[in-house]
Structure formats: C-alpha cells, structure tokens
C-alpha cells in the first residue's frame, strides 16, 4: 500500500483545519523572507549605504525598478505553475535564494555587485512571493478568506516593521554589512524547509473540503445562503484568463493595482530619508518605518471586519483616499509626532490597498485559475512598484525633497480610488459569456 504523503498524515492528525499550517507558514515567510527585500526594508538602508558607498539615491532606487521588471517576465510563468503545483516549492526556493542574497549583500562595494545582489531578490519578491503567499491562502479559504488575507496583512506588516526596527539597531550598533548578513541568515533559518515540505496547493488535493465551517446549534442554515456575501466552492465562480480579460473589473482592478502600488513603493523605500531630510533625527525617522507597518497590522483588523460586510470596490476607494491624504501629510510633516502620524496614515492606507486587492480578485474570478490570472496582472502591479522608487529617487536627486513625487502619489491613487467604485462583480450567464 502506498504511504500516504506527510501533509496527509499530519492534516489526519491535527484537531484543527489543515489551512490554518498554511496560514502560519505564511506569517513564518513574512516575519523572514517577506520583509528582506521589502522597499521598507530598504528604506533602512539608503541613507548608511548611499553615505558609506558615495551613491546616489537614484541609483540605490534603480535597483528596486528592474528587480520589478524582471518580474514582470516570470509571473505570468510562475502564475500556470502555482495553479498546476501549489506553492510550496516556489516558496521555499525563493526563501534560499533570498537569503543568500541578502548576505551577499553585505560585501558589496560597487552599484554592479549591488545590481548583482539586490536585483534578483527584488524580483523574488515582487514575482514568486507576492504571487504565491496570497494565492496559497486564497486557494484553502472561501467563507473566511478575507479574515485570513488580513493575517496575512499582519503578520507582514508585523514583520517589516520588527525586521527593521532590528535591521536599524543592527546598523546603529554595527554597520549595515551586519544587518544584511543577520538578515539572510534569519531567511534561511526560518523560511526554507517548512515550506517544501508542508504547503499543498488545494484541500481538494488531500481529500479535503475547502474551509469548513463549524455549525452549532443554534446556527440558522437560511441565515448563511441568504447572505450577500456568503462565499462557497458550490457558489464561486471560476473564471479562465480568456474570460477574466473580457470584464471590466479586471482591467480597473489592475489599473488600481499599478497606481496604489506605485505610491506604497516610492513612499516606502524613500519616507526614513524624507524625514532625515527634513531635519529628523537618525533613530526617529527609522521609527516612522516601524510605525508604518505597525498601521499595516490595525488596517488589516479593520478592513478585514469590514470585507464580507460591504462590497470590496467601496472599500478598496476608501483605502485609496486614505493613502492619497496620507501622501500629503507626509510633505508638511517636519516633526516627530506628526511625522509619526503621517507614517501611520500612510501604512493604513497601503494595508487596505493590499489586502483589499487580493480579496477582490480572488472573490471576483475564483480559485481555480487564480495564479494564471494574478500571474498576468502583476505586470500592472510591479509596473507601479517599479516607478514609484525610480520616481521618488531622481526627483530628489533633482529637487532636493521629496514633495513632487509625494503630491504627484496623492493624485493618482485618488484617481484611483474613484475609478475603482467602477469595479462591479464579474457575472456568468447561462451560456458563459461574460458581463458586468
């Protein structure tokens, strides 16, 4: 008789929903290989790397941008495999791989070995785990997938902000060569084997029903199917890529995604420098780093609670509108309580475009086709978050702050923001044509 394979075994063997070990690899990927990469992390590092080096901001940012365009190449690939094998192999991979940039980071003493380095962890980054960590939990829950997107949320805005507080210290203490080296060291300790061996790609694969929900006594079956915004495997739609292009919400939707993460990217990786420009001390502006993705953690409970209450293209405005006031105070914020307040404006609003626009697609095209959609529409995504860092680095090089990159942000995610009420729900008629 044929053994059956560990993550069987162990799913026979737990009291609980095996999705929720997807869950928690996912929070052990974004407390290691998630955050190393990150513009956050980044952002921690430009003003002592472009000081110690003698480069210029433009050139650290450049880094960032083609880190993002290779991307764009390999998602529409990675996309096919993770909807055929799951994501654990992608995962575990892009951990070893990352960490061992990170440490080869550390010994870096021209812009080529930083290219050589930092270019394709970028694009791990921004291809195989902003691709695969969302669609894994997407692909184990329906009814609560907006609860568990929001984990997620947390746990890596839990993530980028300890790992840079850490990352802050390390440089304070040391110097930025240690930092980088305790980083991938961390990565390789913490986000390799358990993905390889204990992330399956669906339920269905291990006999499983997709989250399962508990009824109790007193649960009212009618209560559930007659809710809007009750979701099942029975009742999800399940578009192709073919379909999913020939709807609205798909090209707004990515559209939304370009534009917000254009503003999360370039204000990211350059808000530490912003505030060092302005006058800040060092250990006050890393702060506003932290502060940011603390904001995340709260924007995640938030938008979560609100995400199976209200239709997701109202909230995704609403985050929108946030990031792009946000993007404003951060211009005239020149002290360290409304720099800190400003940072957390802005890490609320980018938390609720980021879970938000995971929800949205995976509610409106299903599970099934997931990766190869999400895969096509990163472009969209990475596209932004390449011309954000670009944008906000050589503008500075040019102007000396950081206001017109800032206001030109707050302008185009608030366009944004209104294009996306536009983002009805795909529909499926009898014969499968598309509408709205």
């Not at 969302?134 to 839990?158: E, Y």
């Not at 505030?275 to 979560?304: E, V």
């Amino acid at each position: 008789m044929q053994k059956k394979p560990i993550t069987n075994r162990l799913a026979n063997a737990l009291p609980f929903y095996y999705g929720w070990v997807i869950v928690t690899n996912s929070a052990a990927i974004s407390l290691s290989t998630r955050t190393i990469m990150a513009v956050a992390m980044l952002s921690v590092f430009v003003e002592p790397m472009t000081r110690d080096l003698g480069w210029s901001r433009g050139m650290l940012s450049t880094a960032v941008s083609l880190g993002g365009l290779c991307a764009v190449v390999t998602s529409p690939i990675l996309g096919k495999w993770l909807d055929r094998y799951g994501s654990g192999a992608i995962i575990g991979v892009s951990s070893l791989l990352t960490g061992m940039l990170a440490i080869g980071l550390a010994f870096v003493s021209n812009p080529i070995g930083f290219y050589l380095m930092y270019v394709p962890g970028r694009m791990i980054f921004s291809g195989p785990l902003e691709l695969g960590l969302p669609t894994a939990l997407s692909n184990w829950f329906i009814q609560r997938r907006a609860k568990v997107l929001a984990i997620d949320s947390i746990t890596k805005g839990a993530g980028l902000g300890l790992m840079a507080f850490i990352a802050q210290l390390l440089i304070s203490g040391w110097d930025w060569r240690t930092a980088w080296i305790f980083l991938g060291i961390w990565t390789l300790v913490l986000g390799v084997i358990p993905s390889l061996i204990l992330v399956s790609r669906k339920p269905e694969d291990m006999g499983l029903q997709v989250d399962p929900v508990k009824e109790t006594a007193n649960t009212e079956p009618s209560k559930l199917s007659q809710s809007k915004t009750h979701l099942s495997a029975a009742t999800e739609i399940n578009l192709t890529v073919h379909q999913a292009v020939r709807t609205r919400a798909f090209w707004i939707l990515a559209i939304f995604s370009g534009l917000g993460m254009m503003a999360q990217a370039g204000i990211s990786l350059h808000q530490v420098a912003h505030y060092i420009n302005l006058g800040l001390p060092t250990t006050s502006a890393a702060l506003t780093a932290s502060i940011c993705a603390f904001a995340q953690i709260l924007s995640g409970l938030f938008w979560a609670a609100l995400g199976r209450r209200i239709p997701v293209r109202f909230l995704l405005a609403a985050s929108a509108f946030t990031l792009s006031a946000a993007s404003i105070a951060s211009i005239v914020s020149n002290t360290i309580p409304t720099s800190l307040l400003a940072s957390f404006a802005v890490g609320f609003g980018i938390g609720g475009v980021s879970l938000l626009v995971r929800l949205a697609w995976a509610d409106y095209y299903g599970r099934e086709h997931l990766g190869s959609i999400r895969g096509w529409t990163m472009a969209a995504q990475i596209g932004g978050q390449a011309i954000g860092p670009v944008l906000s680095g050589f503008m500075f090089d040019y102007y000396g702050d950081y206001s017109w990159p800032f206001v030109i942000y707050a302008v185009s995610v608030l366009i944004a923001g209104i294009g996306v009420l536009l983002a009805t729900p795909p529909k499926v008629t009898n014969r499968l044509q598309i509408g709205q």
